[in-house]
Nanobody, 119 residues
């Protein structure tokens, strides 16, 4: 089992920035590729970003490419999502996920953190 806890969400104006964190515990964090997903009201959960177990490979949804950056610190068992140039359409609950491949999610989810971007 891997337990995931997200933090860092909040309310920000369009054009602003936020940094999400996801702290992992349980099984060895560095064994897992990690991802971020989001779900807006009335919409399906969608892929945002993915990072390999080593951090050497990253992959982004087209909608966030060039604005968001995923990174990880295996010594701290934490994965981050730096979000810049935020848009109102980025408003969603953001979820951390472990064990996925590319844009597909794995078995472990955090509880989510709300990001609201005002226009």
């Amino acid at each position: 089992q891997v337990q995931l806890v997200e933090s860092g969400g909040g309310l920000v104006q369009a054009g602003g920035s936020l940094r999400l964190s996801c702290a992992a515990s349980g099984r060895t964090f560095s064994n897992y590729a990690m991802g971020w997903f989001r779900q807006a009201p009335g919409k399906e959960r969608e892929f945002v970003a993915h990072i390999s177990w080593s951090g050497g490979s990253t992959y982004y949804a087209d909608s966030v490419k060039g604005r968001f950056t995923i990174s990880r610190d295996n010594a701290e068992n934490t994965v981050y999502l730096q979000m810049n140039s935020l848009k109102p359409e980025d408003t969603a609950v953001y979820y951390c996920n472990a064990g996925g491949l590319g844009s597909a999610w794995g078995d472990y989810w955090g509880q989510g953190t709300q990001v609201t971007v005002s226009s």
